[in-house]
Nanobody
């Protein structure tokens, strides 16, 4: 089993920045990828960013150039650096850890962007 612990959410003003972290522990295989999803009020969950074991990244169009996903394999940690935050970025953010035969989800962390 794999456990994920998220941190870094909170309240930030428009234009501000936050960095989310998600630490994985347990039975971890090296051939994995990690991702961030978010679910805003009244909207479906969407994939925000993905990073592979070798550091290849993909992003949803709305955050390209603004958010950066990265990982530290030695620490089994994935990060989401969020810059130039907008009110529409307000959502519960979830990390996801995927490896052969299983997916794991973090508990979610609330990000609120408001004046």
């Amino acid at each position: 089993q794999v456990q994920l612990v998220e941190s870094g959410g909170g309240l930030v003003q428009p234009g501000g920045s936050l960095r989310l972290s998600c630490v994985a522990s347990g039975s971890i295989f090296k051939n994995n990828f990690m991702a961030w999803y978010r679910q805003a009020p009244g909207k479906q969950r969407e994939l925000v960013a993905v990073v592979t074991i070798i550091g290849s990244t993909t992003y949803v169009d709305s955050v390209k150039g603004l958010f950066t996903i990265s990982r530290d394999n030695a620490k089994n940690t994935v990060y989401l650096q969020m810059n130039s935050l907008k009110p529409e970025d307000t959502a519960v953010y979830y990390c996801k850890f995927s490896q052969p035969n299983s997916d794991y989800w973090g508990q979610g962390t609330q990000v609120t962007v408001s004046s």
